[in-house]
């Protein structure tokens, strides 16, 4: 009996990650000695167990790429499904591979994983996703377009993996599929999670730092001081929604003061930039030194470049602050009548000196 352990753990992991898959959706593969076990259709990768799986011979799945099949759709794609059910090896023969158990046979590597995220579909769905997609990942992947299932899309993707291997001078790793999804291949199920983590990582980059060119001009333009996008990426989840900033708007320690300010100020969608820091600094007398900006980033605003590298730090770590205090029974950041003592205590006025 095969073990399909790393596999099914693979599987189960990405399956119950609700960022990453819904409901039944998305497939994984292994393949061992010229067989490919790939996810039965119907199946769901969170709950998965070895059964869930189907054997297939690679070499029979392959040799469909060379067949040649009627132009018709209806009739295409039932002979297409005749010969992929023929390809089976499995002693379980009413076990039905996934629809894209093709194209996992395609990929000569160990381990296959197809899922349809959020976040990468917002690329592959946008307007500009291939355009994108080449200037974030370059010769990292492939851009399938859109085009029928089945093997119309096994047809393409086999000559674009073939021209990547002839250009590149190895095997691709991702491939993106137009209004569908990502493939994401590796001979280790460790490999394949990061570069699962690289591909978020860049595309939560560049959500985050979209026009922030423009914004920290802005910044500067309305205060005078020195601005900066902090590249956090924990602060997605705080500029997300004035609730999830309310963390981070009063500090925990002296040392958030001394460095990213008593308050940092949140500016939502609908407000006015220019009319929110100046309606701070009538408050508190001057402008605040961090400013979160919803659903694009945190930024300080700085006398030197010192000083926001020491705001960068200083968030980063109230954010991990905010994250443990919510675990260990919610977050209790200081007093507003401790938060005014240190603010004008003249010990810390001068440690401010020195930041």
């Known amino acids: 009996m095969i073990d399909l352990t790393k596999l099914v753990e693979m599987s189960n992991k990405h399956g119950k990650n609700p960022d990453l898959v819904l409901a039944g959706g998305g497939n994984t593969s292994y393949k061992k000695d010229g067989v490919l076990y790939v996810k039965c259709s119907g199946t769901s990768l969170g709950t998965i167990t070895a059964d869930g799986f189907v054997a297939m011979d690679i070499a029979k799945l392959t040799a469909l790429m060379e067949k040649d099949y009627p132009a018709e759709d209806a009739a295409r794609e039932a002979a297409f499904l005749t010969?992929?059910?023929?390809?089976?090896?499995?002693?379980?023969?009413?076990k039905r591979p996934s629809v894209e158990a093709l194209l996992h046979s395609l990929f000569p590597q160990t381990y296959v994983l197809h899922i349809h995220p959020a976040l990468i579909n917002g690329l592959?769905?946008?307007?500009?996703?291939?355009g994108l997609a080449r200037e974030i990942f370059g010769a990292q992947m492939i851009w399938i377009p859109i085009c029928r299932p089945g093997y119309t899309l096994g047809k393409l993707c086999n000559e674009a993996m073939k021209v990547y291997k002839e250009e590149q001078g190895r095997e691709v790793q991702v491939v993106l599929l137009q209004n569908h999804g990502i493939f994401i291949a590796a001979e280790t199920t460790e490999e394949i999670d990061r570069i699962l983590e690289d591909v978020i990582d860049k595309l939560e980059a560049y959500v985050r730092t979209e026009g922030r060119e423009e914004l920290t001009a802005k910044l500067h333009s309305i205060?005078?001081?020195?601005?900066?996008?902090?590249p956090i990426r924990e602060a997605v989840h705080f500029v997300s929604s004035?609730?999830?900033?309310?963390?981070?708007?009063?500090?925990?320690?002296?040392?958030?003061?001394?460095?990213?300010?008593?308050?940092?100020?949140?500016?939502?969608?609908?407000?006015?930039?220019?009319?929110?820091?100046?309606?701070?600094?009538?408050?508190?007398?001057?402008?605040?030194?961090?400013?979160?900006?919803?659903?694009?980033?945190?930024?300080?605003?700085?006398?030197?470049?010192?000083?926001?590298?020491?705001?960068?730090?200083?968030?980063?770590d109230a954010m991990k602050v905010a994250y443990y205090a919510e675990k260990f029974g919610g977050i209790l950041p200081m007093t507003d009548e401790l938060t005014y003592f240190i603010t004008h205590w003249e010990a810390e006025s001068y440690r401010k000196k020195q930041a």
């Open 83 to 94: 010969d992929v059910m023929d390809a089976r090896c499995d002693e379980d023969l009413s």
């Open 223 to 230: 205060t005078g001081r020195a601005a900066e996008f902090l």
């Open 124 to 130: 592959t769905c946008s307007k500009g996703g291939e």
């Open 242 to 316: 004035r609730e999830k900033a309310q963390a981070l708007l009063k500090p925990f320690t002296p040392d958030h003061i001394v460095y990213c300010g008593a308050f940092p100020l949140f500016v939502g969608e609908d407000e006015d930039l220019e009319t929110a820091l100046n309606a701070f600094k009538e408050k508190e007398g001057d402008y605040p030194k961090i400013v979160l900006l919803q659903n694009v980033g945190a930024f300080a605003l700085c006398q030197s470049e010192k000083e926001i590298g020491n705001a960068e730090l200083l968030l980063t």
